[in-house]
T-cell receptor, first 111, second 112 residues
Framework: GQNIDQPTEMTATEGAIVQINCTYQ??????LFWYQQHAGEAPTFLSY????GLEEKGRFSSFLSRSKGYSYLLLKELQMKDSASYLC????????????FGKGTHLIIQP | DTGVSQNPRHKITKRGQNVTFRCDPI?????LYWYRQTLGQGPEFLTY????????KSRLLSDRFSAERPKGSFSTLEIQRTEQGDSAMYLC??????????FGQGTRLTVV
């Protein structure tokens, strides 16, 4: 089966840095997505990694190691509005073109 | 607004009734996906279309579920003989092939 693991919940302080890890074991891999989802709202796209390494986009960065089946999302200069769930999703490809998501990490930002 | 649109936003139905949801994708996107999400979980893939062709169906999609995209534009998801376990948020997303998928706001189904 497909397995994507993320921590269920994390807490961080406004202004600090937090790293959300994701490990995956899937049949096929074309790329890894991170989405942000506020309660009751649609997931919104944050980042997409296809090759190994770090992708930086403003306060958010995402890292991928395909050999280790591992990714992380790094959030810097945390703001209260960053309180949300963060979803790690794998695009398996090879005809399996829907994304397979982890359960999501609920991030709580404290003042 | 040119994003993905889903209707209705909320649906309450009695167990055993049939329900149908609609998704209007971003107009130039030929791929359309349906997901189901329950509280505290990530979205679970149900099915996807490329134009009007349904190319993949998850094992989660029982025979009570059917999805169509007759003209390659909007899509409908029908659930027959609803059960309480069908209560969830049903999300639609669209994309160009190999591109980022954009999600709609979802339809929240409650089966009582």
């Amino acid at each position: 089966g497909q397995n994507i693991d993320q921590p269920t919940e994390m807490t961080a302080t406004e202004g600090a840095i937090v790293q959300i890890n994701c490990t995956y074991q899937t049949s096929g891999f074309n790329g890894l997505f991170w989405y942000q989802q506020h309660a009751g709202e649609a997931p919104t796209f944050l980042s997409y990694n296809v090759l190994d390494g770090l992708e930086e986009k403003g306060r958010f960065s995402s890292f991928l190691s395909r050999s280790k089946g591992y990714s992380y999302l790094l959030l810097k200069e945390l703001q209260m509005k960053d309180s949300a769930s963060y979803l790690c999703g794998v695009h398996r490809g090879g005809g399996a073109d829907g994304l397979t998501f982890g359960k999501g990490t609920h991030l709580i930002i404290q003042p | 607004d040119t994003g993905v649109s889903q209707n209705p936003r909320h649906k309450i139905t009695k167990r055993g009734q049939n329900v149908t949801f609609r998704c209007d994708p971003i107009s130039e996107h030929n791929r359309l996906y349906w997901y189901r999400q329950t509280l505290g979980q990530g979205p679970e893939f149900l099915t996807y279309f490329q134009n009007e062709a349904q190319l993949e169906k998850s094992r989660l999609l029982s025979d009570r579920f059917s999805a169509e995209r007759p003209k390659g534009s909007f899509s409908t998801l029908e659930i027959q003989r609803t059960e309480q376990g069908d209560s969830a948020m049903y999300l639609c997303a669209s994309s160009r092939p190999g591109q980022v998928a954009f999600f709609g706001q979802g339809t929240r189904l409650t089966v009582v």
